[in-house]
């Protein structure tokens, strides 16, 4: 993600051959960060032992998938909090160079150029979920509030100094019940001040037009920077009272701010003429919930098989966004995830495409918190006021399973990650690939046709002849198991191929 590199300037070269030096500008020092992912990017480890191996484990989160695709566990240290894989260190204005509202996504691996991944938006795609914004159906309804997320044993200095003000209560962009956050700060768990920032910040992108942001915006004394103040002064001086409560002021006034704006009806006619949301957004939403859902219970994932087709290994959330652009996904198809961890990926082509969108697991400790996570995202996408696509999380083996087959009948994308998948389990699916309609399209960590296959006399009847395979390049920051790039397939079920090569027989 990092391309440091100066430009050069090199004098005319005249007929004769001669030795010239090339001045080059002087290299900006890199950031700690960028040094790491240098270090990183030499990693040569294969794929198979650093996905057996939770050591090796990212702390990121939201993309399980393939029946190998377990949510990777990280090696906690210390109080470390594991981050699900849709988050990839989420930070606002990251996102903003790589999107244009359009569900756009940019990549800069190291040895390939920024380039822009656009997609038609899709116009069928309605955002706004009637039941957030309904009065008659009620504010509150069961949902995991940041307050009462499980942290650590020890209580904080500021929990044991100030605890009978650390709740204050946040707006989101519907009429639906506002969250409750302790304002704790420990490391590597939720840091309330910068949530609400980033919320903020959100809600003036997607949900207000220029002229209703200004309030929000205004670099002097706008709500959000507001908020910046008065969280700097507090996290100077957290034991005074006085500071916390400047805070709470300045969230006190975004909370009215906001519901003014609400109850004016400006957010559901805003709402109402979007059709896509910015990937960012998605992937804080899906950030939530797996750090209300998952992240406190992520240890019991640690129970799995090494060497067997149920090991873990996570598709992060920037390349699945990238992975089912390139398949067209659209509001109005179906969407199948066969291996689906904890749901990460299924949740994720819901809400950022608004599919049906199914997943099967047959691993009862993921099984488990996908259920969890499935409720908390059902909440989440109601305080967001956000219409997601229907999720059906199934639990068993998908070659077994009644539910998931026909589903993938009907479907028009499915993914699964079979990395390590044994040649047997690869072989029974493309047994039930026969099974697809044509121009489903599959995507995959491996290719289920072999490198160099092509259809003869002696192979006509093989099912790898449906398919039509196109090999894509993912880079740094796609998945779990390696920080360096590797290759995945996007095959096409395509019914005249055979009937194609006869004819030219």
């Given at each position: 993600m990092f391309n440091f590199g100066g430009k050069s300037k090199i004098k005319p070269i005249k007929a004769?051959?001669?030795?010239?030096?090339?001045?080059?500008?002087?290299?900006?020092p890199p950031r700690p960060s960028a040094i790491q992912a240098q270090k990183r990017h030499s990693d040569t480890r294969s794929p198979a032992s650093a996905r057996n191996s939770p050591s090796t484990a990212r702390s990121s989160p939201a993309t399980t998938s393939g029946d190998d695709s377990r949510l990777k566990v990280p090696k906690h240290k210390g109080h470390s909090r594991p981050r699900s894989p849709a988050e990839q260190r989420i930070r606002w204005g990251e996102d903003d160079s790589e999107e244009e509202g359009n569900g756009s996504t940019d990549y800069e691996g190291p040895s390939r150029k920024k380039q822009k991944l656009a997609r038609p938006v899709d116009s069928k795609r309605q955002l706004q979920q009637e039941k957030a914004y309904s009065?008659?159906?009620?504010?509150?309804?069961?949902?995991?509030?940041?307050?009462?997320?499980?942290?650590?044993?020890?209580?904080?200095k500021i929990a044991e100094q100030v605890a009978e003000n650390l709740t204050v209560e946040f707006q989101?962009?519907?009429?639906?019940?506002?969250?409750?956050?302790?304002?704790?700060?420990?490391?590597?768990?939720?840091?309330?001040?910068?949530?609400?920032?980033e919320i903020a910040k959100i809600v003036t992108e997607v949900y207000l037009t220029p002229e209703q942001a200004e309030e929000f915006n205004e670099p002097n004394q706008g709500i959000i920077r507001q908020l910046e103040k008065t969280k700097n002064i507090w996290l100077r001086d957290a034991r005074n009272a006085e500071s916390l409560e400047k805070f709470k002021l300045a969230v006190d006034k975004y909370n009215k701010s906001?519901?003014?704006?609400?109850?004016g009806g400006a957010i559901t006619n805003?709402?109402?003429?979007?059709?896509?949301?910015?990937?960012?957004?998605?992937?804080?939403?899906?950030?939530?919930?797996?750090?209300?859902?998952?992240?406190?219970?992520?240890?019991?994932?640690?129970?799995?098989?090494?060497?067997?087709?149920?090991?873990?290994?996570?598709?992060?959330?920037?390349?699945?966004?990238?992975?089912?652009?390139?398949?067209?996904?659209?509001?109005?198809?179906?969407?199948?995830?066969?291996?689906?961890g904890v749901g990460n990926v299924v949740l994720q082509a819901a809400l950022q495409f608004?599919?049906?969108?199914?997943?099967?697991?047959?691993?009862?400790?993921?099984?488990?918190?996908?259920?969890?996570?499935?409720?908390?995202?059902?909440?989440?996408?109601?305080?967001?006021?956000?219409?997601?696509?229907?999720?059906?999380?199934?639990?068993?083996?998908?070659?077994?399973?009644?539910?998931?087959?026909?589903?993938?009948?009907?479907?028009?994308?499915?993914?699964?990650?079979?990395?390590?998948?044994?040649?047997?389990?690869?072989?029974?699916?493309?047994?039930?690939?026969?099974?697809?309609?044509?121009?489903?399209?599959?995507?995959s960590l491996r290719s289920f046709v072999p490198d160099g296959h092509e259809i003869s006399d002696r192979n006509l009847y093989d099912p790898v002849n449906l398919l039509e395979v196109k090999k894509l390049?993912?880079?740094?920051?796609?998945?779990?198991?390696?920080?360096?790039?590797?290759?995945?397939?996007?095959?096409?079920?395509?019914?005249?191929?055979?009937?194609?090569?006869?004819?030219?027989?």
């Open positions: 004769t051959v001669r030795t010239i030096t090339v001045p080059t500008e002087k290299k900006p009065k008659k159906g009620g504010r509150v309804f069961d949902m995991i509030h940041a307050a009462d997320i499980p942290i650590g044993k020890k209580k904080s989101y962009p519907s009429s639906s019940q506002r969250e409750r956050y302790a304002l704790i700060i420990r490391k590597d768990e939720i840091n309330p001040p910068e949530e609400f920032l906001l519901s003014r704006l609400i109850d805003n709402l109402g003429a979007r059709h896509d949301l910015p990937l960012h957004m998605v992937l804080r939403i899906l950030q939530q919930v797996y750090d209300r859902a998952v992240s406190p219970y992520v240890d019991t994932l640690k129970q799995y098989e090494n060497g067997t087709d149920n090991v873990y290994g996570e598709l992060l959330g920037k390349f699945i966004s990238e992975a089912l652009i390139n398949t067209g996904l659209k509001s109005d198809q179906v969407f199948v995830d066969l291996g689906s608004g599919c049906e969108s199914w997943g099967c697991e047959m691993m009862d400790n993921a099984c488990d918190l996908a259920e969890s996570q499935e409720k908390e995202f059902n909440a989440r996408c109601r305080l967001w006021g956000i219409k997601p696509g229907d999720v059906h999380l199934e639990r068993g083996d998908f070659l077994e399973n009644q539910a998931i087959q026909e589903a993938m009948k009907r479907a028009d994308v499915i993914l699964v990650n079979n990395q390590a998948f044994t040649p047997d389990l690869n072989h029974k699916l493309i047994q039930l690939f026969l099974d697809l309609k044509d121009g489903c399209k599959i995507v390049e993912y880079f740094s920051g796609s998945v779990s198991w390696t920080d360096i790039g590797g290759d995945y397939f996007l095959a096409t079920k395509d019914e005249k191929r055979v009937k194609k090569w006869m004819d030219q027989e």
